[in-house]
């Protein structure tokens, strides 16, 4: 079965303290990786896609990269409107199924 | 363009009350989707429509029905809502599926008591 896991659930951060956030999946047939950022009470707010193993995409403090078995959402000096919940899914044939999220803090 | 709007933003119901969250987009989009979001689960896929008279179900289908009747409308009803529908709801829409980027509604927030 198709599955999206997301690591780690929640990620609290100083201000300027790089880090990673990770999504795994087994999916047959991806046909595309995404990541959304969710602010609270908001709907989710595309970010990137990814469709090959090797490929990256940078925007502002933020790079997503691409392997065959997961992809990873890289922060770079984050600040404190980074925080939110970042979600990545899989593209399947009709549909994209979604991991649980990332809660990411980035204190002052 | 309004994007993708969503109505009601809060909604309160008794068990075995039936009602309807409607969804519209102003994007000439063809494919629209229901999702309901719960604690610790992300989103989960409930209905999809890739364009006007076609729906299928999703990964959760069961208690709710679609229609879509027009490219701009995605209606999800609720036939005799349960506990377990508690929920926040998002309506999304895209040019087509194989482009991914989704738009997504403000959500719906329901509470079945």
């Known amino acids: 079965e198709d599955q999206v896991t997301q690591s780690p659930e929640a990620l609290r951060l100083q201000e300027g303290e790089s880090s990673s956030l990770n999504c795994s999946y087994t999916?047959?047939?991806?046909?595309?990786l995404f990541w959304y950022r969710q602010d609270p009470g908001k709907g989710p707010e595309f970010l990137f896609t990814?469709?090959?193993a090797g490929e990256e995409k940078e925007k502002e403090r933020l790079k997503a990269t691409l392997t065959k078995k997961e992809s990873f959402l890289h922060i770079t000096a984050p600040k404190p409107e980074d925080s939110a919940t970042y979600l990545c899914?899989?593209?399947?044939?009709?549909?994209?199924?979604f991991g649980a999220g990332t809660r990411l803090t980035v204190k002052p | 363009n309004a994007g993708v709007t969503q109505t009601p933003k809060f909604q309160v119901l008794k068990t075995g009350q039936s009602m309807t969250l409607q969804c519209a987009q102003d994007?000439?989009?063809?494919?629209m989707s229901w999702y309901r979001q719960d604690p610790g689960m992300g989103l989960r896929l409930i209905h999809y429509?890739?364009?006007?008279?076609?729906?299928d179900q999703g990964e959760v289908p069961n208690g709710y029905n679609v229609s879509r009747s027009t490219t701009e409308d995605f209606p999800l009803r609720l036939l005799s809502a349960a506990p377990s529908q508690t929920s926040v709801y998002f309506c999304?829409?895209?040019?087509?599926?194989?482009?991914?980027?989704?738009?997504f509604g403000p959500g719906t927030r329901l509470t079945v008591l």
């Open positions: 999304a829409s895209s040019p087509k599926i194989r482009d991914g980027e989704q738009f």
């Open positions: 999916v047959s047939g991806l046909r595309g």
């Open positions: 990814l469709y090959s």
């Open positions: 899914a899989v593209q399947r044939t009709h549909d994209m199924r």
């Open positions: 994007m000439n989009h063809e494919y």
């Open positions: 429509s890739v364009g006007a008279g076609i729906t």
